[in-house]
C-alpha cells in the first residue's frame, strides 16, 4: 500500500543553522566548535500554548527521519510504529521533533561534512564531540522552533543517555522523559564492544586516518564494527529462534563463506550498513557513547537533584547490552532525588533491539504516561 | 621462584607423526588427509596396566603445554594450576597426556605446516576439519601410547566438546568425562561471534586468501578477532571489577588510541595474540567449533545411548558465552540416556574464563569424582 493511501502525508527533512559568533556554542572540551547544521523532522502541530512538543532521540545509526514517508521512498522512517496518528507518541495531539545529532551523517553537521575553513570534509578534524554536546545543540534547535518546555523527550540506547542528558543538562526545559533501555553511565563491556567496532574500522586500510572521502570508503572495517553491534542488539534467545542452526541457501563454495544463515544474515547487515554510514560517524559517536557518565564521581542521589520532571524508565528482559539493572539503577537515583519516577520492564526475546519491536507494550505505557504529564 | 626451586621438572614437547598408507586417516568430509603430526607432552608416569591415563583436551587458543616448564621459559603452561603433583590432576597418581590439536598452530598439523606434496605451507589448502576429526587424531595418539582406556578425558570451552565428542566416538576407550563450561552444539549467538572474527581476519589486506607465510601476517585482523574472543570470556561484572570506568595512564595523544584500561587491555591482548597465534589455524579451529552438533537431527536421549562412563558436568555462573544452561542439556541427554552423570555450577563472576581461574573449587570436584571413578 502506497504511502498516500495510509492517509500519511509525505514529510521533509528540515535544516536549521547556527554559527559564531551569533549563537555561540562551545563544546564540553572548552573548544568553540561551528557553524553547526542540525537535520530535522516535524509531525503533528504545535498548538498555541507550544506545551505539546515531544522530542524524540535517536540511537547511534538512526536519523531525524523517525516516522512517516519521504517522496520517493518505500520504507518509512525508524519508529514509524510509534510516531503518527492514533499512535504511542500520536501526532494528532502531539508535535514530534526528531533531530539527525551533531556528529552524525545524515544531515547534520559532522566528520563528513564540510569545514569551510578548509573546503574539505573534516575528517579527522571534527573535534570529540558528548552527549552533552549533542543534547546542546539540540537546544537550540529547540530555542529556535520557540518551544520553551517540552512536554517529553524521548529514546532508546543512546537516545536514552540523551534524555538523561536533557535531564540533567536542562530539567526546568522538560515536563517529563521517557529514558528506555539505557544506562547512567557506559559500563566496560560496553566500551569494549565499541572499541573492537572503532579498532575494526582503523585497520582498514581504506580507512587512511579518516581521509577515505571521495576515494574508498573503510567498507570492511565498518561491517565489521556493525556486525558485531548486531550480536548485541539481538539475544541468544532471539537468534535461536530466527536462525537456529539453520544452513544458509546458495552457500557460496569458498571454504569460508558464511554457512549459516545467522552468518549470511550479519554480513547482509554489516554490508548494507556501509552504504547508509560513515566510518568515522561512527568512531565519533561510539566515543561519545563510551565517554558517558552522569555519574562520574557524584553521588546516585545528586545525579537528578535539580529536577522537578517526571520520568518513566523503560527495561527489557533479555536486553543483555543495556540489562534492566541499569535501568533500575536510573529509577534508584530517581528516587534518592525524590523525582516522580516509574519502572516497567517489558517482557521480551528480541534483546536490546526490543525498543525498537516491542511496539505495543511499550506504546500502551508512553500513552497512559503522557496522559498523567498532560493533566499537570 | 624458578621452576626447579619449586619442585618441578622441566618438560618437553614431544611429537608423533602417522601417515597414509600405514594409518589411513579420513576426515568426516570423507576425504583422505596426511601426513598428521601431533605434538604432545604427558606428564607423571603411565601404570603397569596403563589404567591412570588422563587427557586433556584444550580450548581454542591452547597447546599441548598444559603444565609445568620449558627450559628456558619463565610461564608455566596453560593449565599449571591443575596438572601436577597434589594438584586436581595429581601426577603422582595419573599419567597426564595434552596434545596440541589438528588445525592447530602449537606443533600439530595445521595450515601453517608444511604440505609435503608443494614444500609450501599448506595456507587454505588445509581441509576443513571438524571436531570429530581432532578427536580421531588424538586416538591415534593414545593408540600409539598403548593406551586401551582413558580413566577420564577432560577439558573446558572447545576442549569440553572434544570430551563429549570421545564419549559419542569412543565410548568404550573412557571410564570418565569432565566436560566443563561447554555445550552439545554450537548455537547461533555463538556462531555470531566466531563469525565476526574471522570476517576481521580475512577483511585485513596482509591475509591474502591465506598465503601470508613468509610475508607481513594479517595482524590487525586477528587482534581484532581476539579482542572480541576476550569480551566473550570475560563477564560484565568481572570487566566491572577489573577496568570500572578507569582511564588509562600514558593515554597517547592520538585521538582514537585506547583511552579506558579495558580497551588498552584488550588491544594489549590481542596485540600479544598475533605474536603466539596463526590466522590461519584461527579460522580453521573456530570453523570446526561452529560446525560441531552433537544432537545433528538426534533425539536429545539419543546422544550417549552407547555410553557406559561417567560424567561430571561443569558450569559456571557467570559464563555468558557457554550459559549453564547448555551443560544443563549436556546432563539431560546423560540422564535420558541412563548415564551415571552428576552436575556442579560453580559460583564465579569470572565469566567462561573461570574454567581456567575458579582452580579451588573445580580441583576439587574433579579430585573426588576421579576417586569414584578409580573405585570402579
Known sequence: MAAQDRGI????TKYFSFSNPLNEFFLESGEKFGPITLAYETYGELNEEKSNAILVLHALSGDAHVAGFHKGENDPGWWDAMVGPGKGLDTEKYFVICSNILGGCKGSTGPSSINPRTNKQYGLDFPIITVKDIVNAQCHLINHLGIHKLLTVIGGSMG?????????SYPDRICSAIPIATALKHEPQQIAFNEVGRQAIMADPNWEMGNYYGHSVPAKGLSVARMIGHITYMSDISMGEKFGRNVKANKEQFKFSPEFEVEGYLKYRGDNFVKRFDANSYLYITKAIDRFDLLNGKKLGDVFK???????VIAFKSDWLYPAYQSLEIVKACKLAGVDSSYCEISSTYGHDAFLLEIEEESQLIRDFLKTVSKR
Chains 1, 2 share one sequence.
Do not use: R, S
Open 160 to 168: 536514552g543517555m540523551q534524555v538523561l542528558q536533557w535531564a540533567v
Open 306 to 312: 535539580a529536577l522537578k520532571a517526571k520520568i518513566l
Open 9 to 12: 502525508n509525505f514529510v521533509e
